[in-house]
C-alpha cells in the first residue's frame, strides 16, 4: 500500500511540474510576442491620454554614492561584523 501510494504521488507531483512548466512557458511566448508595448502607471498620463514626460520625477544614483556615504558615516555599510558582541571571550 506504502509503495503504490509514493509511486501514484510521485507521478502526480511530476506531473503538476510539468504541466506547470508548460504553462509558464506558453504564459512567457505569449507575453513576449502579442504584447506590443509595455503598459505604462496611469499617473503618467494627463486627461487626454497623453505621456507626460516633462513633470516626471525620477531618482539617479551615482555608483560612487555608496562609497562617498561608507566613509562619511563611518561604515555602515561593511560586510565585518566588528560590533559584533558575540566573539566576546
Known amino acids: ?3 503504490t ?13 510539468v504541466v506547470g512548466i508548460m ?6 511566448e505569449y507575453m513576449m510576442n502579442y504584447r506590443e508595448i509595455p503598459r505604462q502607471h496611469p499617473e503618467l498620463f494627463d486627461r487626454d491620454g497623453n505621456l507626460i ?11 560612487d554614492f555608496y562609497e562617498g556615504f561608507q566613509q562619511e558615516y563611518g561604515g555602515l555599510f ?3 561584523d566588528d560590533d559584533d558582541d558575540d566573539d566576546k571571550e
Do not use: H, K, Y
Open 1 to 3: 500500500m506504502l509503495a
Open 5 to 17: 501510494s509514493l509511486v501514484f504521488g510521485s507521478f502526480i507531483i511530476i506531473m503538476f511540474f
Open 23 to 28: 504553462i509558464g512557458w506558453v504564459s512567457r
Open 53 to 63: 514626460a516633462d513633470e516626471v520625477v525620477s531618482l539617479s544614483v551615482s555608483p
Open 78 to 80: 561593511n560586510d565585518d
